[in-house]
């Protein structure tokens, strides 16, 4: 240990070699790399420690570190060695077949406990360990150094590479300077390589995948995620987005006060996240699994359309559940940014939209362990998983990428475009990707693919309204990805879907399409869409429903949507899909209780899909569910 401390220090005396400690960390590649005005400059970092070695401290007069080394800088390391706290314990994510990232948090703490603050403008420098071994005993499989410092909140994200596909693994961070200062345990694991043959994947055992979105700080408790963890034998965890919100509303009565502000700059993003990750729940479930995430929003909209359909009058009560860039956002705007069509000034915050999603994009990347997929596109979180040749998990980016404008709530101009052939919810490069990409899928001979992406694709009759900040606003789009596969004979696609805060379970179709498809039997569909509920942010039936007047709304929907099987919008939760060559399996879970930290749960209804058959398995649910309504299959 102590030999590679020497190394780090060298490395860092010897100047031109010295960032590669800092670029190792993923962290400072956020937002962008290469581009002078946004992205960070390792280079500079580095200069800037060294020449704090080299200066006569003497004249130096700096209100934040009143001698803090006796006013003489050549006491003063190279690297943090007074401490480091590991805030937020660990995370890994995007695992490959032979690597994974690896994520935490160091916050260099005073030596002698005093309050003192402690030299934030050193660096601090993270080992890292992975093994096979529980307890990291033995020589680690993987192992390494980077560097952190306050230019990325202390945040270190580092890909651990040269590990077996299809493997388990434990890894733990460490100070470089004092190794008996260590991180929690994280486990983890990599993924099948690309052709290992589907009924081997996973070691034979079906791959289990706990899929989220939507999970609003001051709406509950985080349970769904500890649920998860605890409760079923999720192997990765899927988040569609909403992973955090920029709006404050009131979670006081619950416990649950949210920090700051409304979103706008760098340091909001921080906090904002920093605090959603105290949550134990979400804390364990990050410890204990790889994450596979994309970002995005969620309106108000549906949760005013659906109040039409019920009594009492409180359910019309909108409330503020929004985003993690901020409410139904497009690729230029947002409702409550509201520069969409009068420029900045609208703004509440005083922040244009272009520097609020900027400093969202580079917290969201310095706390998410999740991979750059093209350093010079930090907007292109688009990305595939090639999972053996059982799979291919498709993320797509249906909000903030390249999208079309949408339903901001005012521009009723939408209601009108919805059906443009030359509107995308993509954007021109994503879409080509996405075609190419199910259909190398298929000629790759994988089994399923299962498509992540955050918002509703099934068209959605609402008592004639339909949420045109989903698929349904953007329906020559919808209309040209059933096409392609229609056309293709790509079979085994499920959709999974985010954003709509209930659970909708349906046939993929062409919408109004009853000649082909067959409502009773699914006959002529071409897969199946799984729309999961939200982590804690409140039902779009209205906040707090009970199960028998969210019943009521959804007898009429899936009354009046013909490819609508089931649909469920009182419980908070989530749902698994189980997946081996014959069946791809998804079980609804609902969280009883939010309003404090429990693991309070049950299986809410259980769908079977069959390899080769493209529909939902008759009857559908086998017939039961312990909430929600299904389709009447006679
Ligand atoms: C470490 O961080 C945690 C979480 O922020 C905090 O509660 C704790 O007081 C810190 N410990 C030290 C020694 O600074
Ligand atoms: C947003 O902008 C529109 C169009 O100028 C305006 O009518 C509306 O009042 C604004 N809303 C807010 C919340 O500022
Ligand atoms: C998009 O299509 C609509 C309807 O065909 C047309 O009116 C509009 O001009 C087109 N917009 C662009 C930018 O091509
Ligand atoms: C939507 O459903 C309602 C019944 O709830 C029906 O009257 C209406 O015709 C449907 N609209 C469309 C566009 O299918
Ligand atoms: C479905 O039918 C309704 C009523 O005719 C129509 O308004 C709507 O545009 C149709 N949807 C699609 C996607 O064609
Ligand atoms: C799916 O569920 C069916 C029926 O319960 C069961 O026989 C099958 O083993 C399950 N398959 C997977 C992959 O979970
Ligand atoms: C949830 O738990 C809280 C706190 O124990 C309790 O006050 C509330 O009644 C519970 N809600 C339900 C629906 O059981
Ligand atoms: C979930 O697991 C926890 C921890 O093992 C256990 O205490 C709890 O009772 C379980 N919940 C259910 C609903 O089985």
Not at 2 to 16: P, R, S
Not at 119 to 144: E, M, N, R, Y
Not at 287 to 310: C, D, E, K, N, S
Not at 520 to 548: D, H, K, L
């Amino acid at each position: 240990m102590h030999f590679t401390i020497l190394a780090a220090i060298l490395q860092v005396a010897v100047g031109v070699y010295a960032t590669a400690l800092f670029d190792k960390n993923l962290a400072y590649h956020s937002p962008f790399v290469d581009n002078p005005q946004i992205s960070h400059d390792t280079r500079s970092i580095q200069r800037r420690n060294v020449k704090r070695q080299t200066q006569d401290a003497t004249k130096f007069d700096d209100e934040h570190y009143p001698g803090f080394y006796g006013s003489d800088f050549s006491n003063s390391p190279f690297v943090w060695s007074g401490g480091l706290n590991f805030t937020h314990s660990v995370a890994s994510g995007d695992p490959f077949d032979t690597s994974v990232i690896l994520w935490t948090r160091a916050v260099p703490t005073s030596p002698d406990g005093t309050s003192e603050l402690p030299d934030q403008s050193v660096p601090a420098c993270l080992s890292f360990a992975v093994s096979t071994a529980a307890d990291l005993s033995g020589k680690p499989i993987a192992h390494g150094q980077a560097f952190t410092s306050y230019d990325v909140d202390w945040t270190v994200k580092v890909e651990a590479t040269g590990l077996r596909p299809d493997t388990k693994y434990f890894y733990q961070f460490s100070d470089c300077t004092n190794p008996k200062t260590i991180s929690p345990i994280g486990t983890t694991r990599t993924i099948a390589s690309a052709n290992t043959p589907a009924k081997n994947v996973n070691g034979g055992k079906p791959l289990v995948m706990a899929v989220f979105s939507c999970s609003q700080y001051q709406a509950g408790w985080f349970n769904a995620y500890g649920f998860a963890a605890h409760n079923t034998t999720a192997d990765i965890f899927v988040h569609l987005g909403d992973y955090i919100y920029e709006s404050l509303g009131n979670g006081a009565h619950i416990g649950r006060a949210v920090l700051g502000r409304e979103l706008a700059t760098i340091f909001d993003y921080r906090q904002r996240l920093n605090q959603y990750r105290t949550d134990a729940s979400l804390v364990y479930a990050h410890q204990h699994a790889p994450w596979i995430t994309v970002w995005v929003r969620v309106g108000t909209w549906m949760i005013m359309r659906f109040g039409l359909l019920i009594n009492p009058p409180e359910v019309y009560t909108v409330n503020s559940a929004l985003l993690q860039v901020a409410d139904n956002a497009w690729k230029a705007g947002t409702a409550d940014s509201n520069d969409t069509a009068t420029g900045c000034k609208w703004s509440p915050s005083g922040a244009c939209f272009t520097d609020r999603k900027m400093a969202a994009v580079r917290a969201y990347h310095e706390w998410m362990p999740i991979r750059q997929v093209d350093a010079r596109d930090q907007l292109r979180i688009w990305r595939n998983f090639q999972i053996g040749k059982l799979l291919d998990l498709t993320m797509l980016d249906t909000r903030q990428y390249d999208r079309d404008l949408t339903d901001v709530y005012y521009n009723t101009v939408v209601n009108t475009i919805a059906a443009f052939e030359n509107r995308s919810l993509m954007g021109a490069a994503q879409e080509k990707w996405f075609y190419d990409t199910v259909s190398q899928s298929k000629d790759r001979g994988a089994v399923w693919r299962v498509v992540g992406q955050q918002i509703v694709f099934t068209q959605l009759n609402e008592s004639g309204a339909f949420d045109l900040d989903a698929w349904d606003g953007y329906r020559a789009n919808r209309a040209r990805v059933l096409d392609h596969l229609y056309k293709n004979k790509i079979s085994n696609t499920v959709i999974l879907s985010g954003d709509s805060h209930a659970n909708w379970v349906s046939d993929l179709a062409h919408p109004n399409d009853t000649t082909t498809y067959n409502p009773t039997t699914g006959a002529g569909a071409i897969g199946v869409e799984f729309a999961g509920t939200a982590v804690t942010s409140s039902s779009s039936f209205g906040s707090g429903i009970q199960p028998p007047a969210a019943d009521a709304v959804s007898r009429v929907l899936v009354d009046a949507n013909a490819d609508l099987q089931w649909s469920e919008g009182s419980f908070r939760g989530f749902f698994t899909l189980s997946i081996d060559t014959h069946n791809l399996n998804a079980t609804y879970y609902a969280m009883r209780n939010i309003s404090f930290a429990n693991l309070d749960g049950f299986a809410s209804a259980n769908f079977v899909v069959k390899s080769g058959e493209n529909k939902l398995s008759r009857p559908v649910a086998g017939g039961t569910v312990n909430a929600g309504v299904l389709r009447s299959q006679t």
